[in-house]
């Protein structure tokens, strides 16, 4: 008898339809065969199948049965199809009431006891559900609270074989998870470094707080042990909270990566901090399963680069287009996808090998030529590509030891930039950018204004500084988050300088 079992796969970010068409033969030798580009993962699946519908104390067919996953010309990856495997099985022999099976679907990967295991990507797949109009939608326990965000879905939390049996004859109900607000889980987060126990530093605090407001890329550069990785790690204490559309979008690309986050949603601005010697997939995404990379891990959140010269230049060059358009689009013989990666790029690195080249104190040991080469490790577009740069010099003995320090909080400072998002999204509100460094060129004719100070100061250094033409339209875009941190509505001189300041540090 034959028995169709709707399921999902997920192909990039976006859950894609798989109908489970299982046969189970009258007659024919007792065979287990699954077809339609399975993975290994999924044809281990005949196994823990039969091991978990035997010791449910249910009866396994002794005869041929073959399992079609549908479309067959898409691969399919993962455990997620154990159980609509099995309830095609128990349907086709009799086990299962087949009219409970209609505008239902089903998910999850089993154990050999019979119990329901978590699968990733169970948020885009839930999302399936609800375009689709689901009416029953199955799925593990431990991933129901991630589908439950998602509304105008009936999601039916299963621990184990048994239960889900006993629902669809009717003789056991699960109860359904209740729907889940977004806005009841957001809480004040808390970091682990904040501002105000970072010693001195007041440029470079400020160029992280205008970086945080205008989600500009940032590239500090000083000799060792001057605060700059710790003030890379406060710097997410200090970025606005995310709204429901940013978590459910960052949530979605951790869910795809298997990245189980507590209620299955990502709350807190991802930041990530690979080691140098990642790879340019580790990096960008792709592999045999295209899996979306770090870029796309910390989209809305930091991508760190700590000791920046030390990635392969071509790991780096490979960030050029994301820096610029805020997606990645990677292409395998698996297929394309895109992957959303809109993050701010936080570097670090040293003046030279040695470390010590401007120190005040000690001496550079580097020769003119190794310092070049250094230099030359990162390329000229790519520092282009970052807004701001700023030295972080060394800190002097009395402000280490200075108990009375002023420094502002991470509250206090993340106040400010919060304020200044708000004014940006009431800015870009008919728009889908969310913040000033994600304008075009026609937006920022559109949306920014120069006094006439302002736009002499930068004719001026227009032609001194030998800028390119994205360099002129970044150095505007940072003047207008200054403008906004000031709550003025015109780019004044003084903002401009401010701007110009930043972008020179590195010319």
């Known amino acids: 008898m034959l028995s169709k079992i709707l399921s999902s796969t997920v192909l990039g970010l976006d859950g894609v339809p798989i109908n489970v068409e299982v046969d189970v033969a009258s007659r024919g030798l007792p065979t287990f065969t699954i077809v339609g580009l399975p993975s290994k993962a999924i044809e281990e699946a005949k196994e823990r199948v039969r091991t978990a519908i035997h010791n449910s104390d249910f009866s396994m067919p002794e005869s041929k049965i073959v399992v079609n996953l549908a479309p067959a010309d898409i691969p399919k990856e993962g455990s997620l199809f154990d159980l609509p495997i099995a309830v095609g099985i128990l349907a086709s022999s009799g086990?299962?009431?087949?009219?409970?099976?209609?505008?239902?679907?089903?998910?999850?990967?089993?154990?050999?006891?019979?119990?329901?295991?978590?699968?990733?990507?169970m948020l885009p797949i839930a999302i399936l559900a609800r375009d689709k109009k689901i009416k029953s939608f199955y799925v593990p326990s431990d991933n129901a609270s991630e589908a439950a965000v998602v509304r105008d879905v009936n999601i039916y939390p299963v621990q184990n074989l048994v239960d889900l049996i006993l629902h669809l004859n009717g003789l056991k109900f699960i109860k359904r998870q209740p729907p889940i607000v977004l806005s009841q889980l957001l809480k004040k987060e808390e970091y682990e470094i904040d501002f105000k126990d970072v010693a001195g530093q007041e440029q470079t605090k400020r160029a992280l707080t205008i970086a945080a407001a205008g989600g500009h890329n940032l590239h500090m550069k000083g000799p060792p042990g001057t605060g700059k990785t710790m003030l890379a790690r406060a710097f997410p204490g200090i970025m606005p909270a995310m709204d429901e559309e940013e978590i459910i979008q960052v949530s979605k690309i951790h869910s795809v990566n298997h990245e189980f986050k507590e209620g299955g949603f990502v709350i807190k601005r991802p930041f990530r901090a690979p080691h140098h010697t990642i790879s340019r997939v580790g990096l960008i995404g792709g592999g045999n399963k295209l899996s979306p990379g770090e870029i796309s891990l910390a989209h809305r959140g930091v991508l760190f680069l700590d000791e920046f010269p030390e990635f392969p230049r071509s790991v780096l060059e490979a960030l050029r287009q994301p820096m610029e358009d805020g997606v990645v689009t990677v292409t395998r013989a698996a297929g394309t996808v895109t992957f959303p990666a809109r993050f701010i790029l936080v570097a670090a690195s040293n003046p030279c090998p040695c470390g010590y080249l401007g120190h005040p104190k000690r001496a550079c040991i580097c020769s003119m030529n190794q310092i070049m080469r250094y230099k030359k490790r990162v390329s000229g577009p790519i520092l282009d590509r970052i807004d701001i740069h700023v030295d972080v010099p060394v800190v002097s003995y009395s402000k280490l030891t200075d108990e009375k320090s002023s420094s502002e909080s991470s509250k206090k400072v993340q106040?400010?930039?919060?304020?200044?998002?708000?004014?940006?999204?009431?800015?870009?509100?008919?728009?889908?950018?969310?913040?000033?460094?994600?304008?075009?060129?026609?937006?920022?004719?559109?949306?920014?204004?120069?006094?006439?100070?302002?736009?002499?100061?930068?004719?001026?250094?227009?032609?001194?500084?030998?800028?390119?033409?994205?360099?002129?339209?970044?150095?505007?875009?940072?003047?207008?988050?200054?403008?906004?941190?000031?709550?003025?509505?015109?780019i004044s001189a003084a903002s401009i300088s401010e701007a110009l300041q930043f972008r020179a540090q590195d010319k």
């Open 95 to 121: 086990g299962i009431e087949r009219g409970s099976l209609k505008q239902s679907m089903f998910v999850g990967e089993l154990s050999l006891d019979g119990k329901i295991r978590p699968v990733g990507g």
């Open 415 to 490: 106040e400010r930039v919060s304020h200044a998002r708000r004014l940006q999204a009431k800015r870009f509100a008919k728009t889908v950018i969310k913040t000033n460094a994600e304008m075009s060129t026609a937006d920022i004719k559109k949306y920014c204004q120069l006094s006439p100070q302002a736009t002499e100061i930068l004719k001026l250094a227009f032609a001194r500084l030998s800028l390119s033409a994205r360099s002129y339209f970044k150095i505007i875009k940072l003047a207008m988050t200054i403008t906004d941190l000031k709550n003025e509505q015109i």
